[in-house]
């Protein structure tokens, strides 16, 4: 079934969803009303991704920031609360992301595969948080993701608890630094300019 939008209102008076729920509160907290509904399954914002994104804007103050797998755009109105000057969100079902984040100013939407803008662009900060089935594809294309930002990027690399394989297959890597947050497994790819800030958010989340 193609996926559709459903306000997280609806979500939380069907009992789909508490609304105590950390995609519920973050939602609510950046003014985020829609979710995509794919059977059953719901995307929406983690607490480990929004946390490290938030630290991460707080501290490199990007001007320009592009939100791969962009879902909701609960990421991309962060960045834009956080004072970005210019986002690009980029979603394959985008009727969500429209109606939440439509109309804004300094935001632009597109609607297409987020695999097609590996490589392409240049921007202060990169963030990916990509379904499952394509994170070691991902993975693969690391090199890709470093010529696109200037000072970091930061990708959801799954739960802590079976992220083993790909954390390991950063291991070694320069200007990479593996983190948890609420349970999940981030990469965040840095330059060197922003080393002793990167140093302070991996501290603020251990
Ligand atoms: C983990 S969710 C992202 C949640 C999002 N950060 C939020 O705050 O709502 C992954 C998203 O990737 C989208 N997606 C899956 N394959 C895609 C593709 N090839 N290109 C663009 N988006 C895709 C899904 O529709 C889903 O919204």
């Not at 349970?183 to 965040?188: E, P, Q, S």
Request: aromatic content about 6%; some cysteine; glycine content about 8%.
């Amino acid at each position: 079934m193609r996926p559709k939008p459903i306000e997280i209102n609806r979500l939380i008076e069907t009992g789909r969803l508490s609304n105590l729920s950390p995609i519920a509160l973050i939602s609510e907290k950046l003014g985020i009303r829609w979710l995509m509904i794919f059977d059953e399954y719901i995307y929406g914002p983690t607490p480990g991704i929004v946390e490290a994104l938030d630290l991460l804007l707080t501290k490199l103050r990007p001007r320009t920031v592009l939100d791969l797998f962009a879902g909701s755009g609960a990421l991309s109105k962060l960045a834009l609360l956080r004072g970005v000057k210019h986002v690009r969100c980029v979603e394959k079902y985008a009727e969500a992301l429209k109606l939440n984040l439509g109309g804004l100013r300094r935001v632009e939407v597109i609607e297409g595969d987020a695999m097609d803008f590996l490589g392409e662009g240049k921007y202060d900060m990169v963030v990916i948080d990509p379904p499952e089935e394509l994170i070691d594809q991902l993975l693969k294309r690391v090199d890709e993701i470093r010529e696109m930002f200037k000072l970091a990027a930061l990708l959801w690399l799954g739960s802590w608890r079976d992220a083993g394989p790909r954390i390991k297959s950063l291991k070694g890597k320069r200007m990479t630094s593996v983190i948890e947050a609420w349970g999940d497994a981030l990469a965040i790819l840095w330059k060197r300019s922003c080393r002793e800030k990167i140093k302070i958010v991996e501290r603020a989340l251990r």
